[in-house]
């Protein structure tokens, strides 16, 4: 329903007006009737009207003053001026000031229906226009923070009247409720050169002064609290030549925070980048002593801390992914179903929050512990000792039975009895954990040096190994390791 407000001085006049059209029908609501024309500024800045219908001689303000000053407060308000005939220097006036028809008194009431069907086709009309103007925007600003054109990117500048002479930043206002009050926000701003929606967040160029951004801040419609609309200020840019990457900091900001759960109230991106080196992440070795003997309430305490450590440090998704994954790595010593960590591995990969790779690390732990302790007759046992030792050599079930004086078949199986997986499984698993913690410890070493070192001189099967055992490739998981520091242990 549109809002309509009638102002007349004659009382009996505004009882009349509600009576002689049947407004729901042409989907008005009149929202406001008043005789005193000052009276009716104060509720226009209260009340929101679409529609506003006005006497032109009123003897507390005149007729062109009062409606310019209404369009002043509302100027987007359709206008309907009522004059009598002799009063034609007011409908001038009144027509002026936009005014989409103009009606004399006595008010006919097709005449009536007909300037309030043209003043609700004024209104979509600028609707529909205000719509593509906003869409073009939001192109126009999408397109500048993508662009790799320089020339591109200046003409976008200059439609977008961005100043190449004051520093910009980028805000990010995550799921905004209700969002139409906020883009109603951004189009009253100047400092606003431009936003645009991605997904459920609004992307904003912002151009000001440090004051002004205060005051942006401050004044946006429900206010930004510790529980209420997160909103993230990016860092001072330059106009020329950074705006691609500040784009691609929010962008990584916004999905960090949705990653980890914790969107809330407002943070300046500066003090959000991680410092180099800051994050490390710990070995196989380390985190296989860190959760001996955990039981289940200690390593679910433990593995949270863990992750809400890696959040306050700033880490990304891919950080904690990976920690994730050597953490199921070294249960996996313990299952006797090696499918348990596959569907694992893709869980914490397919994750899109910290809670379910939580979720999945805390199933591959209760299955950990559902397993009885193995007593391994003393073969298998032999064939452990023997990998353990000598993994970097081309051992295979064949070699290992004739070794131990025993039918190949008959071992497998009992090693498969004892183990939960074959013999090949076990060792590909022993020599890819030494391989994660060689690129953990031993940063300099070459990928392919270590694959040989483990015991592949097939470097391409190392990689496909690899990858298929932890989802990544052994450069991917070097990114997230270091030797400075170690996730804490209890």
């Known amino acids: ?62 007729g062109p003053s009062f409606v310019a000053q209404a369009k002043e407060i509302q100027p987007e308000m359709a206008l309907i001026v009522i004059s009598g005939y002799s009063d034609f220097d007011y409908v001038k006036a009144g027509l002026k000031q936009g005014a989409v028809n103009y009606l004399k008194k006595p008010v006919d009431t097709d005449e009536l229906v007909e300037a309030l069907q043209s003043a609700i086709e004024h209104i979509e009309k600028q609707k529909n226009y205000q719509q593509m103007a906003d869409l073009a925007m939001q192109a126009q600003t999408r397109a500048l923070l993508q662009s790799t054109d320089t020339q591109n990117g200046k003409n976008l500048m200059q439609k977008l009247q961005i100043s190449r002479d004051q520093n910009i930043r980028l805000i990010g206002i995550l799921n905004p409720k209700p969002p139409m009050e906020l883009v109603a926000y951004l189009q009253m701003m100047s400092t606003v050169k431009g936003f645009f929606l991605e997904g459920q967040d609004y992307i904003i160029l912002f151009q000001g002064t440090d004051t002004q951004l205060r005051q ?15 909103m993230i200020i990016g860092d001072i840019g330059i106009v020329d030549g950074c705006l691609r990457q500040a784009y691609r900091q929010l962008e990584a900001e916004i999905a960090r925070q949705y990653f980890f759960e914790s969107p809330s109230g407002l943070q300046w991106l500066a003090n959000c980048k991680p410092t180099e080196g800051a994050v490390v992440l710990p070995g196989y070795s380390q985190v296989k002593e ?38 199921v790595l070294v249960l996996n010593e313990k299952l006797l179903k090696s499918e348990t960590k596959t569907k694992a591995i893709a869980a914490i990969n397919k994750a899109t929050v910290v809670s379910e790779i939580e979720r999945a690390i805390i199933k591959v732990f209760q299955e950990t512990n559902t397993v009885e302790q193995r007593h391994l007759t003393a073969n298998v046992a032999a064939m452990c000792q023997i990998v353990e030792k000598r993994y970097a050599e081309p051992l295979s079930l064949g070699s290992v039975a004739q070794e131990l004086h025993l039918n190949a078949v008959y071992l497998g199986q009992l090693f498969k009895q004892d183990m939960g997986r074959s013999f090949s499984q076990y060792l590909n698993d022993y020599r890819i954990n030494i391989a994660l913690d060689m690129l953990h410890n031993a940063k300099y070493y070459d990928v392919n040096y270590i694959a040989s070192f483990v015991g592949y001189q097939n470097h391409g099967y190392f990689y496909r190994l690899f990858k298929q055992q932890t989802g990544m490739t052994p450069s ?11 996730v804490g242990q209890r």
């Open 476 to 486: 991917e998981y070097r990114e997230g390791t270091g030797v400075t520091d170690t």
């Open 290 to 327: 860190a959760i001996k003997g955990f039981d289940l309430p200690v390593f679910k305490e433990w593995f949270v801390a863990q992750t809400k450590w890696l959040e306050n440090a700033s880490a990304s998704d891919i950080l904690v992914r990976q920690f994730a994954l050597v953490v």
């Open 216 to 230: 942006f801040i401050e004044q946006a419609p429900s206010r930004v609290s510790n529980k209420h609309r997160p």
């Open 1 to 62: 329903m549109l809002n309509v407000m009638i102002v007349d001085d004659e009382y009996m006049l505004l009882r009349g007006y509600r009576k002689i059209i049947d407004w729901a029908a042409l989907g008005l609501e009149i929202k406001i009737t008043e005789q005193n024309p000052l009276t009716a500024l104060l509720q226009l800045q209260e009340t929101p009207i679409d529609i506003l219908i006005s006497d032109m001689n009123m003897p507390e303000l005149d």
